[in-house]
């Protein structure tokens, strides 16, 4: 159970991680530029991680449009190949 919570905290750590260095640093204090220019950072962060997960969808996506190829190329080259027939006796 400890290993799957440490796996899934590490995917999110790399998932989120771009998103942290495109977007600028946290403000302190909680004057209203403050809390605004967290929020302009917050609404960086979720599109940084919509972008991104786009991007890991349409890879997904390639990936099984070009392991679909490689079945019906492999599909074809066996095709190809003569039928064995049983000899008659």
């Keep these: 159970m ?3 919570l440490a ?3 590490c995917v999110f750590l ?4 771009p998103a942290f260095a495109a977007c600028p640093a946290p ?5 209203a530029e403050e809390i605004k220019a967290n ?17 890991r969808k349409m890879q997904m996506d ?3 449009l070009n392991r679909q190829f490689d079945d019906l190329r492999l599909q074809r080259q066996l095709d190809t ?8 006796i």
């Design 2 to 4: 400890k290993n799957k």
């Design 7 to 9: 796996a899934l905290v």
């Design 14 to 17: 790399l998932a989120v991680q």
């Design 27 to 31: 403000a302190p204090g909680t004057s």
């Design 39 to 55: 929020e302009q950072r917050l609404l960086c962060m979720q599109r940084e991680l919509a972008q991104d997960t786009e991007r």
């Design 62 to 64: 390639i990936d099984a």
């Design 81 to 88: 190949i003569p039928k064995f027939e049983m000899p008659k």
